[in-house]
């Protein structure tokens, strides 16, 4: 399989994916602790919009990490991978949805936001994080026996991904985030690593 990316570029898109997460996250923790709530409700578009772009930056960043280990990462590799991206288009899905649908809610039926959430809203909620936390935990294991990322760092994406079973609720993707950013961050300074040898002597 020809890589899509560059390990630089790879590495790059993860860091951008990590901060991303990272900013998003630690917002939905702090401003409900230091601004009033109408900001909070002012800001909504914005800050699930922001979350929706950290999730695309995510399955780029999925896909630069699986392409730099396919032969190696065998056939629960291409689960976790597929399995993953699925998980993380809903989770997207969910922050679309709470980006541009929620706000219009808020000021044309707030009631709705008041009631408790249907049978059909949970179990799509449930399947949601499952998903997400199942296929990133079998990408942690198929990276961490591959072998081409280090240990400590596959090890910390399964956790990440276990933690990912509450995903939708901050800051539970935060440990993934800091998996997919030090992966990231390895694979820009071991390219550069790389590019700054000099060149072995000819015969």
Do not use: K
Not at 34 to 40: D, L, N, Q, V, Y
Not at 167 to 176: C, D, V
Request: net charge neutral; aromatic share 10%; hydrophobic share 55%.
């Amino acid at each position: 399989m020809t890589s899509p990316f560059t390990a630089r570029q790879a590495g790059l898109v993860s860091i951008v994916a990590a901060g991303l997460i990272l900013v998003s996250q630690v917002s939905q923790l702090v401003l409900p602790l230091t601004m009033p709530e109408s900001f909070w409700i002012a800001t909504q578009s914005l800050r699930m919009g922001l979350a929706l772009l950290a999730m695309f930056a995510l399955l780029l960043a999925l896909t630069g990490l699986y392409a730099r280990q396919v032969p190696e990462a065998g056939r629960l590799g291409l689960v976790g991978y597929l399995v993953a991206f699925l998980g993380t288009m809903l989770v997207a899905g969910n922050w679309w949805y709470e980006a541009f649908i929620g706000p219009t809610l808020r000021e044309q039926a707030p009631e709705v936001l008041t009631t408790a959430p249907s049978s059909s809203i949970l179990l799509a909620a449930a399947i949601t994080s499952v998903t997400f936390a199942a296929g990133w935990v079998m990408f942690g294991i198929a990276s961490l026996r591959a072998g081409v990322f280090p240990r400590r760092m596959a090890v910390l994406m399964t956790v990440g991904g276990a933690a990912g079973v509450l995903t939708l609720i901050a800051p539970f993707q935060l440990l993934l985030a800091f998996a997919v950013g030090w992966m990231g961050s390895w694979l820009v300074s071991s390219e550069s690593s790389e590019f700054d040898q000099p060149e072995s002597l000819g015969t």
